[in-house]
């Protein structure tokens, strides 16, 4: 009896080690993007946020290589319709730039459940939450993107941290780039603090260099509006 208590306990910890260092080297690696792929097109989820999320992240879209970055995939929180409403729009006019119509055919428009709503308690939230995680594992096995683009929106962070899982298990779909709001001058943004201190993000790129002399791993990129 003692033996198979040693034994499940000497299992338990080799287990735990080698979780606990795929982890920590997941993490260290995360700074590596999705290598290079030549002119080779690659899918590109966009996350949307209420307000001026989706107002910057649109102006970001604007001014991709649209044939680089398709499909797009666009998703939302399950509560934001308007956000989605905007990035149709912007798509419809880049139909309009062309003849032949193609361009209608590489967006698609999808939700998920919000993690957590404006002014909704932090423990209540802590299910919701689990529940948005759930449904963002379901969602990344069903698009499978090669590129997030996201920028600081709570709908976000279930995304990433599906994305973070698969790279522990040995499936690396996903680079995550991660662009600071500009309204964010001094300090992230509590998402952004969370995929920064957990080494989430692939690329962390911020608007301000005092913000980049504040996180020194984040990448000054100059004022994107």
Known sequence: MMMVFTFAITLTVVVFTVIVTRIIYVMRK??????????????????????????????LVAVLQKDKFTPRIY????????????????????????????ISKDAQFMQIYRSREVGQSYLTSIWTT?????????????????????????????LCLTTFFFKVVGIRWSSIFYVESIARVRRLSLSGLLLYK????????????????????????????
């Open 30 to 59: 995360s700074s590596k993007p999705l290598s290079k792929i030549g002119s080779q097109s690659v899918s590109t989820l966009i996350v949307l946020g209420s307000g001026g999320h989706t107002a910057e992240m649109l102006n």
């Open 198 to 225: 957990l080494r989430i993000a692939d690329q962390f790129f911020v608007q301000w260099p005092q913000l980049q002399r504040e996180y020194p791993r984040t990448h000054y990129v100059g004022c994107l509006m």
């Open 75 to 102: 998703i939302a929180a399950s509560t934001d319709n308007m956000s989605l409403q905007k990035a149709s729009a912007l798509e419809a006019s880049l139909v309009d730039e062309r003849d032949d119509g193609m």
């Open 130 to 158: 689990l529940i948005a995680i759930i449904h963002a594992l379901w969602l990344m096995i069903k698009i499978r993107p090669q590129v997030i683009l996201c920028n600081g929106p709570g709908t976000c962070v279930p």
